[in-house]
């Protein structure tokens, strides 16, 4: 049977699955508000469509993926075209929305997991539960909702950070930050498509949650480079966005991706991930 995937959002994530994909023949559509990006998209392997503006054609799509962030006004695409996946629920084999583990707000540092009602502080965790929640009351969609941690890879993470200057290590005691290798979330994708479970919630993360200057140490460890410096939270001169990442302190448990979609992590830590950029010349 062939596949289509239609990516609302064809960014940074999706371009890696769509990577993954590529080889096994799908067919992929995917989103972009960017002229510029148009040519990388086509480039992949995927159909580029500029959105908002080109009009979606969803005929024949099996899997859909949305990664639009939303606002406070909603989500962007259900808002625009809520009622026609509605009355296309049943054409889908699987819905993938993907959302951010921010939504399950502070725990002083402790456990969370699927079962962890979410309470978010922060303003982008309460937009993204109010999408998800959206999306969830769609009858018969075959939605899986999948929460990230902080998404690291080629080309985004402590490296390009180091090599541009002027990074610090924010040191707040205690505080903790989960992380995962883009190429293990499109594993975790595609383990996903393989055996839907429609209702389905995941925490994406990797194994080990640490504390922010641990990574940024390492990193500068591998390349050779003097540690950044050392500033206090309650000093450092932060963005509302970036102090609102410190606000909320947990670790996030990832057993259910291992025990219910079979996934083994490529990179279970930042050590063996920051390993890998840095051999493949980040």
């Known amino acids: 049977m062939a596949k289509t995937l239609f990516s609302f959002g064809h960014g940074y994530t999706a371009r890696a699955l769509a990577r993954d994909l590529n080889p096994q023949r799908w067919t992929m559509i995917g989103t972009t508000r960017s002229q510029e990006a148009l040519g990388e998209i086509a480039?992949?392997?995927?159909?580029?469509?500029?959105?908002?503006?080109?009009v979606p054609d969803l005929n024949g799509v099996t899997h859909l993926l949305i990664s639009i962030a939303p606002k406070a006004d909603g989500d962007p695409v259900l808002n625009a075209l809520g009622n026609e996946i509605a009355a296309r629920a049943g054409q889908f084999n699987w819905v993938g929305y993907l959302s951010t583990t921010a939504v399950y707000g502070d725990h002083g540092g402790d456990w969370v997991d699927e079962a962890t009602p979410p309470s978010?502080?922060?303003?982008?965790?309460?937009?993204?539960?109010?999408?998800?929640?959206?999306?969830a009351a769609?009858?018969?969609?075959?939605?899986?909702?999948?929460?990230?941690?902080?998404?690291?890879?080629?080309?985004?993470?402590?490296f390009s950070k180091l090599r541009r200057g002027g990074l610090r290590r924010i040191i707040?005691?205690?505080?903790?930050?989960?992380?995962?290798?883009?190429?293990?979330?499109?594993?975790?994708?595609?383990?996903?498509?393989?055996?839907?479970?429609?209702?389905a919630v995941y925490n994406v993360c990797d194994d080990e949650p640490v504390p922010p200057q641990d990574v940024i140490a390492y990193a500068a460890e591998l390349q050779g480079?003097?540690?950044?410096?050392?500033?206090?939270?309650?000093?450092?001169?932060?963005?509302?966005?970036?102090?609102?990442?410190?606000?909320?302190?947990?670790?996030?448990?990832?057993?259910?991706?291992?025990?219910?979609?079979?996934?083994?992590?490529?990179?279970?830590?930042?050590?063996?991930?920051?390993?890998?950029?840095?051999?493949?010349?980040?």
């Open 43 to 54: 480039a992949q392997g995927a159909t580029p469509l500029l959105w908002p503006g080109d």
């Open 138 to 158: 769609i009858p018969d969609l075959p939605l899986h909702i999948f929460r990230l941690a902080g998404i690291y890879g080629p080309g985004r993470g402590p």
């Open 120 to 135: 978010p502080t922060a303003e982008r965790g309460r937009w993204r539960l109010a999408a998800e929640r959206q999306w």
């Open 172 to 199: 707040k005691p205690g505080q903790v930050f989960s992380r995962i290798h883009v190429d293990d979330i499109s594993q975790v994708l595609q383990a996903s498509m393989a055996r839907p479970d429609p209702g």
């Open 225 to 282: 480079l003097p540690l950044p410096p050392a500033v206090s939270f309650d000093e450092a001169d932060l963005t509302p966005m970036a102090r609102s990442f410190y606000s909320e302190n947990k670790r996030v448990r990832n057993t259910r991706i291992k025990e219910e979609l079979g996934v083994t992590l490529l990179y279970p830590d930042y050590r063996v991930g920051l390993n890998a950029l840095a051999g493949g010349g980040f």
